[in-house]
C-alpha cells in the first residue's frame, strides 16, 4: 500500500505527558499538512511542510506542539504536556507539488486520548 | 474557525434516492473540493471545482459551484448504502499554500 500511513493509530495517555505522532507522506509528494479533527467537526488545520520547511502554522498550534519534517521525508507531530483538549484526531495529508492546488491524500489518523 | 458551512447537517434517504448537500464559504477561492469521510477509510476526496468553473461530474455524483453566492452543492444520484458517510466540503484560497478550510459536514445516512 503506497497510500499516507500514520503511527500510532490510537494512543491514550495521562495529562501531561509528552507524546509524538509520525506521519509518512506518499513517496516524492513534498507537501505535507497536519490536520486536528474533533468530535462532530470537520478537520482544523494546524501546519504545512514543503519539503523540510515549516512555512505556516495555525494559530491552533500552540507552543506545546511542535512538527518537524527533517528530510522532507517523513514528518512528526510532537505534543507537550498534554491537556485534555488536545483530545482529537490528528490526520496527515500529503500532495505532490504542481502548479495548481489539488487533491490531498489522507491517512487513516492518529486518535488521541487525553485522560 | 472553519470557512465554510455546509447544509443539512444530517440526512438520511432510502436507496436509490438523491441525495443533495450544500456548502457555502466566506471568502474567494482557488478551488473548492468535497471530501468524504467513514469510519473504516478515512477522508477520501471526491471532486474539485476550481474558481472559473461552474459544474462537475464525477461518476454519480454532481458539483455546482457558484461564486457569486459563495456557494457549492454536491449531489449523488442513485444512492447506496456504501455512500452512507460524512461530506464535508473544503475550500483552498489561492495564497494559502493549498491548505483546505473545511466546513463541519453533512451526515448522510443510506438505508436499504
Known amino acids: 500500500d503506497t497510500g499516507v500511513s500514520q503511527n500510532p493509530r490510537h494512543k491514550i495517555t495521562k495529562r501531561g505527558q509528552n507524546v509524538t505522532f509520525r506521519c509518512d507522506p506518499i513517496?516524492?509528494?513534498?507537501?505535507l499538512y497536519w490536520y486536528r479533527q474533533t468530535l462532530g467537526q470537520g478537520p482544523e488545520f494546524l501546519t504545512y511542510?514543503?519539503?523540510?520547511?515549516?512555512?505556516?502554522k495555525s494559530r491552533l498550534l500552540s507552543d506545546r506542539f511542535s512538527a518537524e519534517r527533517p528530510k522532507g521525508s517523513f514528518s512528526t507531530l510532537e505534543i507537550q504536556r498534554t491537556e485534555q483538549g488536545d483530545s482529537a484526531m490528528y490526520l496527515c495529508?500529503?500532495?505532490?507539488?504542481?502548479?495548481?492546488?489539488?487533491?490531498?491524500?489522507f491517512g487513516p489518523g492518529t486518535r488521541l486520548t487525553v485522560l | 474557525s472553519q470557512q465554510g458551512e455546509e447544509d443539512p447537517q444530517a440526512l438520511s434517504i432510502q436507496e436509490g434516492e438523491n441525495a443533495t448537500m450544500n456548502c457555502s464559504y466566506k471568502?474567494?477561492?482557488?478551488?473548492l473540493q468535497w471530501y468524504r469521510q467513514n469510519s473504516g477509510r478515512g477522508l477520501v476526496h471526491l471532486i474539485l471545482?476550481?474558481?472559473?468553473?461552474r459544474e462537475k461530474h464525477s461518476g454519480r455524483l454532481r458539483v455546482t459551484l457558484d461564486t457569486s453566492k459563495k456557494s457549492s452543492s454536491l449531489l449523488i444520484t442513485a444512492s447506496r448504502a456504501a455512500d452512507t458517510a460524512s461530506y464535508f466540503c473544503?475550500?483552498?484560497?489561492?495564497?494559502?499554500?493549498?491548505?483546505?478550510?473545511f466546513g463541519a459536514g453533512t451526515q448522510v445516512v443510506v438505508t436499504p
Open positions: 495529508a500529503s500532495s505532490p507539488r504542481q502548479l495548481s492546488y489539488n487533491e490531498q491524500f
Open positions: 513517496s516524492e509528494h513534498n507537501r
Open positions: 473544503a475550500t483552498v484560497t489561492t495564497d494559502s499554500w493549498g491548505k483546505l478550510q
Open positions: 511542510f514543503q519539503n523540510e520547511a515549516q512555512l505556516e
Open positions: 471545482i476550481r474558481s472559473n468553473e
Open positions: 471568502t474567494s477561492i482557488n478551488n
